[in-house]
């Protein structure tokens, strides 16, 4: 796994900056943060695998409240419940259909069966109908990587996924710079 000196001595090579003459080490640590955030999150490199107790009669779980990510978890891409011996995947519904499809009933209660998302990221997710008792669920949880903030700081982004990043920061960079065309070829 690189190093934020790996990573800055990437982005200098791409931008040919060998000197830093044009950014700043912090510029660049900040561009290639940005970057490793933006790769993780297009190309879900980074996911966990988490067990939520849904509770009788309870709707609604805060998704940072729910994840060892906390703040970090940025979407659920999919829930499984476990009732007796199958792992049932709960279907996923637009945040309006699921409103006029399951919250009809606002007593009715029994399996889960449909799952939706309302505020993503860090929002809320429902669940419908309304547990009838507790289950055991696992949620496909999409996160992103803690920022590097020193050579010491463990990056989470592993091959491949590490190579993309210099390329974005190295976009980032010039888009600050408002070189807008060398940074639309970084991007590409």
Known sequence: MPTLNTYIQRTRR??????????????????????????????????????????????????????????????????????GNQRVPLIWMPFTEFQANMRVWANFQNMPAVWSNFGLPLGTVYIGPVPNDDYVSYWDILYIPNDLMDNTTVDELDYPYDDPVCYYAAYTAKYRQQSYGEAALYEQ
């Open 14 to 83: 791409l931008l040919t900056d060998a000197n830093a003459t044009y950014f700043s080490d912090a510029e660049l640590t900040d561009c290639i943060n940005v970057g490793r955030r933006r790769v993780s999150l297009d190309t879900g490199a980074l996911r966990s695998l988490e067990t939520v107790n849904l509770t009788d009669g309870t709707e609604t779980y805060a998704l940072n409240t729910v994840t060892s990510k906390l703040t970090r978890a940025k979407d659920v891409l999919n829930i499984i419940v476990v009732w």
